[in-house]
T-cell receptor
Framework: GAGVSQSPSNKVTEKGKDVELRCDPISGHTALYWYRQSLGQGLEFLIYFQGNSAPDKSGLPSDRFSAERTGGSVSTLTIQRTQQEDSAVYLC????????????????FGPGTRLTVL | SQKIEQNSEALNIQEGKTATLTCNYTNYSPAYLQWYRQDPGRGPVFLLLIRENEKEKRKERLKVTFDTTLKQSLFHITASQPADSATYLCALDRGGYSGGYQKVTFGTGTKLQVIP
């Protein structure tokens, strides 16, 4: 498809289990972002990829969170030993820019994965 | 670190009136300031962008202003319609590729309700 896709759309898991969230960015977009949005809250930045490398991981809340990107395309966000406070919508976005000559960073968002930790 | 404040969590206006949403920030002035619309259960959608050297930008019924002295952006929707009801997010964009680090910082959003 033409847009950013995420899977699964909904995930319910038990506390202590690991989960993997997937993001397929728009083809050709070099930059990829993960955000978390809790109910009624703004977007919380988690991690940014430029190609396959992650120059900015400053938003990852703990070492239970990790992410990787392969082939400059698909990215997975993994949460180990999930806790109830991890419940949120996890949004992925991609943008075309990321070079020294780049201009603005209009981001294209996926529909999100709603994670519920029981 | 950058702090972004958007006016009241919710804003109710009458159909046909102009809605004005505010985005205030502290610390550095970004290269760009973006506005997004988010509908329930969906990801944000880009609307408009204004550069630090621009005072005003328009697109159809939308108008954005950017005052780097006040560290504020205003987002206006003229002749508002019920279909404009959504949450509007401002985002500060450093732009470019500064030292291998690039981040867009979002505000918490203002929920706009246009009443018929």
């Amino acid at each position: 498809g033409a847009g950013v896709s995420q899977s699964p759309s909904n995930k319910v898991t038990e506390k202590g289990k690991d989960v993997e969230l997937r993001c397929d960015p728009i083809s050709g977009h070099t930059a990829l972002y993960w955000y978390r949005q809790s109910l009624g809250q703004g977007l919380e930045f988690l991690i940014y990829f430029q190609g396959n490398s992650a120059p900015d991981k400053s938003g990852l809340p703990s070492d239970r969170f990790s992410a990787e990107r392969t082939g400059g395309s698909v990215s997975t966000l993994t949460i180990q030993r999930t806790q109830q406070e991890d419940s949120a919508v996890y949004l992925c976005a991609s943008s075309q820019v990321g070079t020294a000559d780049s201009s603005y960073n209009e981001q294209f968002f996926g529909p999100g994965t709603r994670l519920t930790v029981l | 670190s950058q702090k972004i404040e958007q006016n009241s969590e919710a804003l109710n206006i009458q159909e046909g009136k102009t809605a004005t949403l505010t985005c205030n920030y502290t610390n550095y002035s970004p290269a760009y300031l973006q506005w997004y619309r988010q509908d329930p259960g969906r990801g944000p959608v880009f609307l408009l962008l204004i550069r630090e050297n621009e005072k005003e930008k328009r697109k159809e019924r939308l108008k954005v202003t950017f005052d780097t002295t006040l560290k504020q952006s205003l987002f206006h929707i003229t002749a508002s319609q019920p279909a404009d009801s959504a949450t509007y997010l401002c985002a500060l964009d450093r732009g470019g590729y500064s030292g291998g680090y690039q981040k867009v910082t979002f505000g918490t959003g203002t929920k706009l309700q246009v009443i018929p």
